[in-house]
């Protein structure tokens, strides 16, 4: 069973840092794309940031300049790093990655979610 943990989320002041990380376990032959989106209340969800297994990245408008996704392929883990945080950041931030759990081919997977809020 492939589960995705994320942890990093908290409370924090507007301007200020933070580091979501997301780890991959269970049964796994390949991971390929990774990534965040982020779901604030009443909005659907939206893409914040992808990496591809070879590090081509991918970034909101919105984020751009202020976040920086990376992984390492070697604890099978996809990281966030948040700067300049603003209010409208707050929302709850999945993640997502493309995993060859079977050895033929790859399902998608969500993590259960952490919540980021930034107070003004």
């Known amino acids: 069973q492939v589960q995705l943990v994320e942890s990093g989320g908290g409370l924090v002041q507007a301007g200020g840092s933070l580091r979501l990380s997301c780890a991959a376990s269970?049964?796994?032959?390949?991971?390929?794309?990774m990534g965040w989106y982020r779901q604030a209340p009443g909005k659907q969800r939206e893409l914040v940031a992808t990496?591809?297994?070879?590090?081509?990245?991918n970034y909101a408008d919105s984020v751009k300049g202020r976040c920086t996704i990376s992984r390492d392929n070697a604890k099978r883990t996809v990281y966030l790093q948040m700067n300049s945080l603003k209010p409208e950041d707050t929302a709850v931030y999945y993640c997502?990655?493309?995993?060859?759990?079977?050895?033929?081919?790859?399902?998608?997977?969500w993590g259960q979610g952490t919540q980021v809020t930034v107070s003004s």
């Open positions: 269970g049964r796994i032959f390949s991971i390929y794309s």
């Open positions: 997502n990655a493309d995993i060859d759990a079977a050895g033929w081919r790859s399902n998608n997977y």
């Open positions: 990496i591809t297994s070879g590090g081509t990245t």
